[in-house]
């Protein structure tokens, strides 16, 4: 069954998220790790998320702050970020059509490009700050 609804609405970012990141808890790969760090605090991760994507698909100005931080610590590589795009996708895919979702899409996979390269990026400086040649 192919969606017939674009994303529209806070609800429709509701419904991404909240689908999303039942998938992410219950994944073997990224699963743990999303577990480990948010702990019993996935309410107030997911209020964040609905914020976040509202500013991004609808221009509704209701996420503010810097949302690289928390995750520059994570014992995360490439293939959690792939991992994180595969659902990502597979979910918006399974529930919405139309160019919200694809641009829900393309921001979801800069965001996980930019992620990878600015954690990559802290790592090698550390490493070299530690051992200097």
């Known amino acids: 069954m192919i969606p017939q609804n674009d994303i529209a609405t ?15 808890q219950k994944d073997e790969i990224i699963g743990p790790i ?4 948010i702990g019993n605090r996935w309410p107030e991760h997911l209020e964040k998320m609905y914020g976040f994507w509202e500013t ?27 991992r994180w ?3 990502f996708t597979q979910t918006t895919d399974q ?16 965001m996980a490009d930019m992620f990878h390269y600015k954690i990559d990026y802290f790592r090698n400086a550390e490493t070299n700050q530690a051992n200097p040649s």
């Open 34 to 37: 999303f577990n480990e760090k």
């Open 56 to 82: 991004i698909l609808l221009e509704v100005h209701s996420y503010s702050g810097s949302p690289f931080p928390p995750h520059k610590q994570l014992p995360i590589g490439k293939d959690h970020f792939n």
């Open 95 to 110: 529930l919405f059509q139309g160019p919200l979702a694809d641009e829900a899409k393309y921001r979801a996979k800069a």
């Open 85 to 87: 795009m595969e659902l």
């Open 10 to 24: 806070l609800d429709d970012i509701k419904l991404l998220v909240n689908t999303f990141y039942a998938q992410v």
